[in-house]
């Protein structure tokens, strides 16, 4: 079946009768349709684009393309506001539904043959989606290259059971499609025990990640999908590179050495014929109305028709002539402003009248001529904020216009303010508006006459033009240039006295005003003006007139042509056999050949002779350019050109022989006007003239042109008065030349031929494509059934340094979700296939939805405005970045390593010293007594309750800021040994044991945790599960008591109830929970003697953290490491009995805890203990507490000093009002395992500096595993300093320094002063040697409070011994060092420390561990980020991993569902621009999905579990080519 079928569309059937089915007339359909019901054209699509060879030549490139499965992009049902439910198929769980079931539709092909050739659809359908049968073994030839795909197809997703893993291993390293490196880099540091949890009982069906989580089959098949579309060959590489900025090589597309090269010999000026000599010309325009409006008044000039097509009114000569003159005496006498004339001769005047009132606009036109004033006519404003219409205000207001004239009925539709008076448009200066009806205006005095002017220099009237980008710029002509554009006209066209003219264009501007207002006055010609608007009702008005009138000239663009062949069956009674000349206005556009040829087919049997056809090419800038001769005038032969694509895109024309897929047809536009000369010169660069077979720009040099852009004077230099130069630089002429703006070449009998419109130019890599070329293949993919009234818009954005096609239509309103997806996958394939150029963005809107052009058609630049503002609100979007940015820097190949030796013999030679650092030393701050005599925490304790009992160390504070508990040293002391005593009766615990305390941030913690010391029990703190959240906070609750050993949980009675309560059972097995104990009511016992750990080594307690990666870690901390720790933070930050603290952290890990649990104890000070979950109830509990303790020195987190910067950012002036006030703060350190956040903190200081908080205090600490503390702040020593380095040079693993606001800079600031006690070293993380000043490497720790190790139930402490017990290669071999797993470098500055030494700034980049390699370079997740969210101000948060080697994007909408496709394309362009990276997979979620910890750190590992067990329910994720 197919085969018959595809030779019938090959070879077509006659043409004529091929073009009548081809059209969407109601031909399948005329059973059904009941008589009354006239087809309407306005469902056809955009016929400028019409050709039924090129749509065949889309349909055969298709029909070359085999089965390649694209992931279609999931999207959440909400989002499909724009489909009716019936249409939608909700997805199935199986990928197959959603690939493949759902495209066959029933009852597409019956049995007509006529029908099937009007609809090729289906048996592309098959084609390219392979047929619905086809077993895994039919995909696996598919992919170019002939090697077996890897991708699933639907019959193989949908196995379960042992046989999906044989389908889909995703555990094997897939390849690494983005680099073409191959080999996925070997993590160096392994992986600690997962915190990833999996419930048992999942059946082997469910796919795991290497972590051990399930994926989803749909997202990971997807995904796959992707990865086999993206293992295309892609085009071959380039090979040279030019450096942008010095650091990154970006490649430069190198001209194919086999591209077509111009051949002919240099072209030479081509002259038009003279104008006619000894011609009774009039000596000017006004000359020639003036005449016939004295001698011929009765003649009719203008018939306006309503939108029945009746005529309304008919203006005659004698008309025309007085109210014009009425109207230049008004002007000019009888409009004042304080006393003086309102316009003086020469003054602009702005003309705003509807397509639908000729007659007003031609008295105004000559009125203002009449007096001497420059008409400029514009559009009707509809609303105050239309497209483009700020850009017409600015033309409006540079060229001064003070007055618009408009008639009676427009003035009042036009949008009005409160006052009554017309609306300010958005960017318009003030206007006065009058109105011009005959009532309004003053009649002359006999006497009086205009000046009379001769067609001389000066201007007669402005026209509008809007550029490619979007601005509206002004194109003069002169009264001689208008006087030469009639007399040219009249003879190129052989218009003579008295003829009849039907005009359907717009009468405003271009060919309609040239030929219907000008021309025809000269001439005393009748012109019936067709409106718009009844073109849309009756196609076939202009026929019928030109039928009715006997008109002998008809001026029409190819869009008319084409809606009349639609209209036209049934109606045999209309003749064109009058018609001598049909100007086809738009005949440069290339695609208009074959609406010229179908409507010749079908109107020849009805009189139309072919030699009446004449296509004209015109240009704002140099008028009418060319036009064919009517056979009577003797014109030569029209031609056609069938030109290579291929060819075309360089430049170059070749006329095509071989391929016959991607030829572009063109027709001559005619000779050049009379007296103009014209030559075709280089599009880019100087003017120089092209070769005979080259396709360069038009220029014309003639009287006929217009003379400058208003006001412009660069742009009116480069454009009116071009030198074309030969290839020798010798100039052509001595007159200047004007640049048409057409893009086309000189063909045989001097015909012009043009190509495309410099406007519609896009430059991508080497090649020029033009965006109707690219728009003609879009609508030929499915002419009629899926681009809503063929609304579509092409054009190009830049990004990285090239540009990039955009493709935006409108859809149906009716299409479903697959015929969208569908359709853009042809879309791209045709295109590819035809232009060879790869489409970067497609996006569908809704129908309607376009900026609408004043005509109809669509506001190309303000689309293009919309879709990079992100306000186009698309319903579907596919972009494919892989297969159109081939100019990415290479991947960059690891070096060889220089070893560890040669690097120190480098530094010292190049001078830089060494880069370590350290802490002030201890033995020099401390009584060594002291020392020893505060070796055991326990110790500590009971000395102070003995000493002094009553001094408070603890206060508690909840949301309303009141104390809710309190301790002295003395209850804390009684408190603990409740719990030991507990601890040891009760669970029969021995020294040793490991116990979990469970517990809210409280004084209870506190007092279980030395209950556990009293009694030799090991400790370890538990966030408490959260009771809304049991099913994901319970499960980590449970690991950590299973990981740590524990043999007891210490607890409340609450929680207690929590850990057994039916909500939990689902969640987690809580048979298996070890002995529960609650402390709440347990009896007053002392413990008969304290336990004293029998040597400093022995483990104190255990800190477990979930790291960023969601990797579940717990750390030894020995009783030695635990008091020097607390040793070290007192003398940091100057802590003794008298000061107070407020702590806002979690009491659980790391810094945190110690803070809460440990250093008050040790030092005696009082801590403020403000839990960070009080403040979502009240914002502002954590500074009223700091100012009501007035504490000097203060903790928080990263997401506690977020909170209070937006919750609080407006309230300043109330907390002052309330007392607030932050004065008394020294430091404010923000606990954190990240690199510093300067934005966060720089606004936290901003808006608290009204509240007295000094500039200084805010400051960072650091920490990691390995060591909680490693950096603090604390109150002595110099501020941090701020360094900006090169984001780019750190992708390479260097430092380079630069000055702040240099591109690429990237601001760092020093994570607070190392402690004492500590020593830091930066070494290299693949020889472990020391490097110098200012390099970047990993930061190595010395201190006596390292943890002593991890602490796995797994005996895998083994593997990482080297993190707490590393030495260096080289150099001192002695030490042992701690490594953090965080890359940084060390810094010497100007500034002294305490000890009189030059202080060494720390600089913390990011997490190793974090860390994405691509393209061989080391990325920091939150670079990325951090662009991404300044990309669209709805994107509230974001986060990347990479999956497979795809950049994968998670972006949180803050905003409205339907904007949310809006954000795809603004995500990929920024990380292309700033990163180099394409982005393979954008999720967009609603806001709170990207999961964070208590330290407000971005839980990305876990986030990306989620995504691949698609448990996000994100509202858009696009899979990116």
């Given at each position: 079946?197919?085969e018959?079928l595809?030779?019938?569309?090959l070879k077509g059937?006659?043409p ?15 059973a059904?349709?009941?008589?009354q019901?006239?087809p309407?054209?306005t469902?056809s699509?955009?016929?400028r ?6 749509t065949?030549?889309?349909?055969a ?10 992931p ?6 909400s989002v499909?506001v724009h489909?009716?439910v019936?249409?939608y198929?909700p ?8 690939d493949?079931g759902s ?5 597409r092909?019956?049995?007509t043959?006529l ?9 592309l359908d098959?084609v390219i ?13 598919s ?5 077996p795909?890897a ?5 193989a997703t949908?196995?379960t059971g042992p046989?999906a893993?044989?389908?889909?291993d995703v ?19 392994p ?5 990833r949890g999996?419930?048992r009982?999942?059946?082997?069906s ?21 990865l086999?579309?993206l293992?295309r060959p892609?085009?071959?590489?380039l090979?040279?590179f030019?450096?942008?900025?010095f650091?990154e090589?970006?490649?430069?597309q190198?001209?194919?050495?086999n591209?077509?090269?111009?051949e ?8 038009g014929?003279?104008?006619a ?8 325009l ?7 409006g ?5 003649a ?10 009746k005529?309304?009114?008919t203006?005659?000569y ?5 109210r014009?003159?009425k109207?230049a ?8 402003s ?5 316009l ?5 005047v702005a ?9 007003m606009?031609?008295?105004?036109f000559?009125?203002c001529?009449l007096?001497d ?5 514009i559009?009707?404003p509809l ?9 017409v205000g600015?033309?409006?207001?540079s060229?001064g216009?003070?007055?618009a ?6 003035q009042?539709?036009?949008p009005?303010a409160?006052t009554?008076?017309v609306a300010?448009?958005k960017?318009w200066?003030p206007l006065s508006w ?10 002359p005095?006999?006497d ?6 001769d067609?001389?220099?000066?201007t007669a ?6 550029s490619?980008?979007?601005s509206?710029?002004g194109?003069?002509?002169?009264h001689a240039?208008?006087l030469?554009?009639?007399q040219?006209?009249t003879?190129?066209c052989?218009?003579s006295?008295?003829e009849?003219?039907t005009n359907v ?5 271009d ?5 219907g207002v000008?021309t ?6 009748h012109?019936i003006s067709i409106p718009?608007a ?13 039928c009715s009138y006997?008109?002998?000239a008809?001026?029409?663009k190819s ?6 062949l639609l209209?036209q ?18 005949g ?7 609406s ?6 079908v ?8 030699e009446?056809?004449c296509?004209c ?8 350019v ?9 014109g030569?032969?029209p031609?056609?050109?069938?030109l290579?694509m291929n060819?075309l895109?360089?430049g170059?024309?070749?006329?095509d022989t071989?391929e ?6 063109v027709?001559?536009v005619g000779q050049?006007?009379?007296g ?8 880019e660069?100087?003017p120089?003239?092209?070769k005979?077979?080259?396709v360069?720009?038009?220029?014309v040099?003639s009287?006929?042109?217009?003379t400058?852009y208003y ?7 480069s454009?009116?008065?071009t030198v074309?130069?030969t290839?020798g630089?010798?100039?052509?002429s ?5 640049r048409t703006?057409l893009?086309?070449f000189?063909?045989p009998?001097?015909?012009?031929f043009?190509?495309g ?11 020029r494509?033009?965006?109707d070329?690219?728009?003609?293949t879009?609508l ?11 609304r579509?818009?092409v054009?190009?954005v830049t990004?990285l ?5 955009v ?9 479903s979700?697959?015929d969208?997806f569908?359709?853009m996958?042809?879309?791209?394939q ?6 060879q ?5 497609l996006?569908?809107?809704?129908a309607?939805?376009l ?7 669509i ?10 503002e992100g306000m186009?609100?698309p319903?579907?979007?596919?972009m494919?970045p ?7 820097p290479?991947?960059?190949q690891k ?7 040669s690097?120190i ?6 001078g830089k010293?060494?880069a ?7 033995a020099h701050?401390e009584?060594?007594?002291q020392a ?5 925490l326990?110790?500590v304790?009971?000395w102070?309750?003995?000493t002094t009992?009553?001094h ?5 504070l909840?949301a309303?800021?009141?104390v ?5 040293c003395v209850?804390l002391?009684k408190k603990?040994?409740r719990?030991?005593a507990a ?12 116990v979990a ?8 913690l ?5 209950g ?10 538990v966030r ?5 959240n ?5 499960p980590?609750v ?7 050993k524990s043999t007891c ?6 929680i207690?109830?929590l850990l057994k309560?039916?909500d ?11 002995t ?5 009511d347990i009896p ?11 040597s400093?080594?022995v483990?104190?307690y255990?800190d ?7 990797i579940?870690?717990?750390?030894k901390m020995?009783?030695a ?6 040793r070290?933070?007192?003398l940091?930050c100057?802590?003794?009995?008298s ?5 806002c952290?979690?009491?659980?890990c ?6 809460w649990?440990?250093c ?5 000070h ?5 839990p960070?979950l ?14 009501q303790?007035?504490a ?6 990263y997401?506690?000093?977020e909170?209070c ?7 300043t ?9 932050l004065s ?5 350190m923000v606990?954190?395992?990240?690199r510093?956040r300067i934005?966060?903190t720089?606004?936290f ?6 509240l007295?908080?000094?500039?200084r205090?805010v ?6 595993r ?5 950096c603090?702040?604390?109150?002595a ?5 701020t360094?900006?380095?090169d984001?780019r040079?750190?992708r ?5 320094l630069?000055?702040?606001g240099?591109?690429h ?5 020093e994570?607070?002063?190392i402690?004492?006690g500590?020593?830091v070293i930066i070494?290299?993380?693949?020889t472990k ?7 970047l490497?990993e930061?190595?720790?010395?201190s006596p409070?390292n ?9 895998e402490e083994?593997?990482h ?13 002695q030490t042992i ?5 965080y890359l ?9 420390d305490a ?6 700034a ?5 997490s190793?561990?974090e ?5 061989g370079?080391r990325?920091h ?9 300044r ?6 948060e974001?986060a990347v991993?990479t999956?497979t ?5 998670v972006?949180?909408?803050d905003g409205l ?14 990380v292309?621009e700033?990163?180099?990276l394409v982005?393979?997979v ?6 709170g ?6 330290r407000g750190e971005k839980?990305r590992m876990?986030?990306?579990?989620g995504?691949?067990?698609?448990q996000l ?9």
């Amino acid at each position: 079946m197919t085969e018959g079928l595809r030779c019938a569309v090959l070879k077509g059937v006659d043409p004529s009768l091929q073009a009548e089915n081809r059209m969407p007339a109601p031909s399948q359909t005329t059973a059904a349709v009941p008589k009354q019901q006239k087809p309407r054209p306005t469902s056809s699509r955009d016929e400028r684009f019409r050709s039924d060879v090129h749509t065949e030549a889309v349909q055969a490139a298709l029909a070359k393309y085999k089965e390649r499965k694209m992931p279609m992009p999931s999207k959440r049902r909400s989002v499909l506001v724009h489909s009716s439910v019936e249409t939608y198929t909700p997805p199935d769980t199986s990928s197959a539904s959603e690939d493949e079931g759902s495209l066959r539709r029933p009852g597409r092909l019956t049995s007509t043959p006529l029908q099937s050739h009007s609809n090729i659809e289906p048996w592309l359908d098959r084609v390219i989606q392979g047929s619905s049968t086809s077993s895994s073994a039919s995909s696996t030839s598919s992919h170019p290259g002939g090697r077996p795909a890897a991708a699933p197809t639907a019959a193989a997703t949908t196995l379960t059971g042992p046989a999906a893993h044989a389908h889909l291993d995703v555990h094997s390293a897939p390849p690494d499609v983005t680099t073409g490196l191959g080999e996925l880099s070997h993590r160096e540091r392994p992986q600690l025990a997962s915190v990833r949890g999996v419930a048992r009982g999942y059946s082997g069906s469910v796919l795991e990640t290497a972590g051990g989580v399930p994926v989803n089959s749909r997202v990971s098949s997807k995904i796959q999908q992707l990865l086999n579309t993206l293992k295309r060959p892609k085009r071959p590489p380039l090979k040279e590179f030019f450096v942008d900025d010095f650091e990154e090589l970006l490649e430069v597309q190198q001209p194919d050495p086999n591209q077509p090269k111009p051949e002919g010999s240099q072209m030479v000026v081509l002259r038009g014929e003279p104008l006619a000599v000894g011609v009774p010309w009039p000596p000017s325009l006004l000359a020639a109305l003036q005449r016939w409006g004295t001698t011929q008044p009765k003649a009719p000039c203008l018939t306006a028709l309503d939108t029945a097509g009746k005529a309304v009114y008919t203006l005659t000569y004698g008309k025309l002539w007085s109210r014009s003159l009425k109207l230049a005496y008004t002007l000019l006498n009888k409009l004042t402003s304080k006393n003086e004339p309102l316009l003086k001769p020469g003054d602009r005047v702005a003309l705003v009248f509807p397509n639908s009132d000729p007659v007003m606009f031609m008295v105004a036109f000559y009125g203002c001529l009449l007096a001497d004033l420059v008409p400029v006519p514009i559009e009707v404003p509809l609303t105050r904020k239309d497209a483009g219409s700020q850009q017409v205000g600015f033309l409006l207001g540079s060229c001064g216009v003070t007055l618009a004239l408009t008639t009676d009925a427009c003035q009042k539709g036009l949008p009005k303010a409160q006052t009554g008076e017309v609306a300010t448009f958005k960017g318009w200066p003030p206007l006065s508006w009058l109105v011009i009806d005959g009532k309004h205006l003053t009649k002359p005095p006999k006497d009086w006459r205009p000046q009379t002017q001769d067609a001389g220099a000066g201007t007669a009237y402005i026209e509008y033009k809007t550029s490619k980008e979007g601005s509206t710029v002004g194109v003069t002509v002169s009264h001689a240039s208008l006087l030469a554009q009639c007399q040219a006209l009249t003879q190129a066209c052989g218009y003579s006295e008295a003829e009849t003219l039907t005009n359907v264009l717009d009468f405003k501007r271009d060919a309609g005003l040239w030929h219907g207002v000008l021309t025809s006055v000269m001439n005393r010609m009748h012109v019936i003006s067709i409106p718009y608007a009844l073109m849309k009702v009756n196609p076939l008005s202009w026929i019928q007139k030109v039928c009715s009138y006997k008109a002998r000239a008809a001026l029409v663009k190819s869009r008319d042509m084409h809606w009349s062949l639609l209209a036209q069956r049934g109606q045999r009674d209309v003749s064109l056999s009058s018609l001598r000349v049909l100007i086809v206005a738009d005949g440069a556009n290339p695609w208009s050949i074959s609406s010229c040829d179908a409507f010749l087919n079908v109107f020849q049997s009805r009189g139309l002779r072919p030699e009446v056809i004449c296509p004209c090419a015109t240009s704002p800038e140099a008028l009418t350019v060319a036009i064919r001769r009517p056979p009577d005038l003797g014109g030569p032969p029209p031609k056609k050109a069938v030109l290579s694509m291929n060819g075309l895109s360089f430049g170059v024309i070749r006329v095509d022989t071989e391929e016959k897929l991607s030829v572009l047809t063109v027709q001559d536009v005619g000779q050049v006007l009379p007296g103009a000369d014209v030559c075709v010169v280089k599009v880019e660069g100087a003017p120089y003239l092209c070769k005979t077979d080259e396709v360069g720009e038009l220029c014309v040099s003639s009287t006929t042109t217009g003379t400058a852009y208003y006001g412009l004077l660069g742009i009116t230099k480069s454009v009116f008065e071009t030198v074309p130069v030969t290839a020798g630089g010798m100039p052509v002429s001595d007159r200047p030349f004007t640049r048409t703006g057409l893009l086309g070449f000189i063909g045989p009998d001097n015909l012009v031929f043009v190509v495309g419109k410099l406007d519609g130019l896009m430059v991508v890599g080497v090649r020029r494509h033009s965006a109707d070329d690219i728009v003609a293949t879009a609508l030929a993919v499915e002419p009629m059934k899926f681009v809503y009234r063929g609304r579509i818009a092409v054009f190009s954005v830049t990004v990285l340094h090239d540009d990039r096609i955009v493709l935006v239509a409108e859809q149906r309103p009716d299409a479903s979700e697959e015929d969208s997806f569908q359709w853009m996958s042809r879309v791209l394939q045709a295109i590819d296939s035809i232009h060879q150029v790869g489409v970067y963005c497609l996006a569908l809107v809704p129908a309607n939805t376009l900026p609408k052009a004043p005509l109809g058609g669509i506001h190309i630049s303000e689309t293009k405005q919309r879709f990079l503002e992100g306000m186009l609100h698309p319903c579907n979007v596919l972009m494919c970045p892989h297969t159109c940015v081939t100019n990415l820097p290479k991947p960059r190949q690891k070096q060889p390593e220089v070893g560890p030796a040669s690097m120190i013999v480098g530094n010292l030679v190049a001078g830089k010293r060494i880069a370590q650092a350290s802490g002030r030393e201890l033995a020099h701050l401390e009584d060594s007594d002291q020392a020893r005599k505060f070796l055991f925490l326990p110790d500590v304790l009971q000395w102070r309750a003995h000493t002094t009992p009553d001094h408070p160390l603890f206060l508690l504070l909840n949301a309303k800021g009141s104390v809710t508990s309190t301790a002295t040293c003395v209850q804390l002391h009684k408190k603990a040994e409740r719990v030991a005593a507990a601890l040891m009766e009760k669970a029969r615990l021995g020294t040793g044991d490991h116990v979990a305390l469970v517990y809210p941030p409280g004084v209870d913690l506190i007092a279980a945790f030395y209950g556990c010391l009293y009694c030799g029990c090991v400790p370890v703190t538990v966030r408490p599960p959260h009771p809304q959240n049991l099913t994901t906070t319970l499960p980590t609750v449970k690991m950590i008591v299973e990981v740590s050993k524990s043999t007891c949980v210490l607890t409340t009675q609450a929680i207690m109830r929590l850990l057994k309560s039916k909500d939990a059972a689902a969640a987690v097995d809580i048979r298996t929970w070890p002995t529960i104990l609650d402390t709440d009511d347990i009896p007053k016992k002392k413990v008969a003697n304290i336990f004293r750990p029998p040597s400093p080594d022995v483990l104190a307690y255990l800190d477990f953290s979930v790291s960023t990666t969601g990797i579940l870690a717990g750390v030894k901390m020995s009783h030695a490491a635990t008091s020097a720790l607390c040793r070290s933070i007192k003398l940091q930050c100057e802590l003794y009995p008298s000061r107070q603290i407020a702590i806002c952290l979690d009491p659980y890990c790391g810094l945190g805890f110690a803070l809460w649990c440990l250093c008050s104890v040790y030092s005696g000070h009082q801590s403020v203990l403000v839990p960070p979950l009080e403040l979502e109830s009240n914002v502002s509990l954590w500074l009223s507490a700091v100012s009501q303790y007035k504490a000097r020195v203060t903790f928080c987190s990263y997401s506690v000093m977020e909170m209070c910067t937006k919750g609080l950012g407006a309230q300043t002036g109330v907390l002052r009002m309330k007392g607030v006030n932050l004065s008394c703060v020294r430091t404010c350190m923000v606990v954190a395992e990240e690199r510093p956040r300067i934005a966060l903190t720089q606004s936290f200081s901003k808006l608290f500096k009204d509240l007295g908080l000094p500039a200084r205090a805010v400051s960072t600490t650091f920490g990691c595993r390995v060591n909680v503390a490693i950096c603090l702040q604390g109150t002595a020593g110099p501020d941090p300093t701020t360094v900006y380095v090169d984001m780019r040079a750190l992708r390479h693993d260097r430092v380079r320094l630069v000055e702040r606001g240099s591109p690429h800079s990237l601001p760092l600031t020093e994570s607070g002063k190392i402690l004492p006690g500590v020593k830091v070293i930066i070494a290299h993380t693949e020889t472990k040697g020391p490097l110098g000043d200012s390099h970047l490497g990993e930061i190595w720790v010395s201190s006596p409070h390292n943890a002593t190790g991890y602490y796995t139930g797994y005996g895998e402490e083994a593997l990482h011994a080297d993190h707490f017990s590393a030495r260096l290669s080289f150099g001192d071999t002695q030490t042992i060092w701690a490594r953090t797993g965080y890359l940084g470098f060390l810094r010497r500055t100007e500034l002294t420390d305490a000890s009189g030494e030059r202080h060494d700034a720390l600089y913390v980049v990011g997490s190793l561990d974090e860390t994405l390699e691509l393209r061989g370079m080391r990325y920091h997740p939150i670079d990325i980020e951090t662009s991404v969210v300044r990309a669209h101000r709805s994107i509230a948060e974001c986060a990347v991993f990479t999956w497979t080697n795809l950049l994968v994007v998670v972006v949180e909408l803050d905003g409205l569902e339907r904007d949310a496709l809006d954000l795809v394309a603004l995500v990929t362009n920024v990380v292309l621009e700033e990163h180099h990276l394409v982005v393979g997979v954008v999720v967009i979620v609603d806001p709170g999905v990207i999961p964070i910890n208590s330290r407000g750190e971005k839980q990305r590992m876990h986030l990306r579990d989620g995504f691949l067990a698609d448990q996000l329910d994100p509202i858009y994720v696009a899979y990116n080519m």
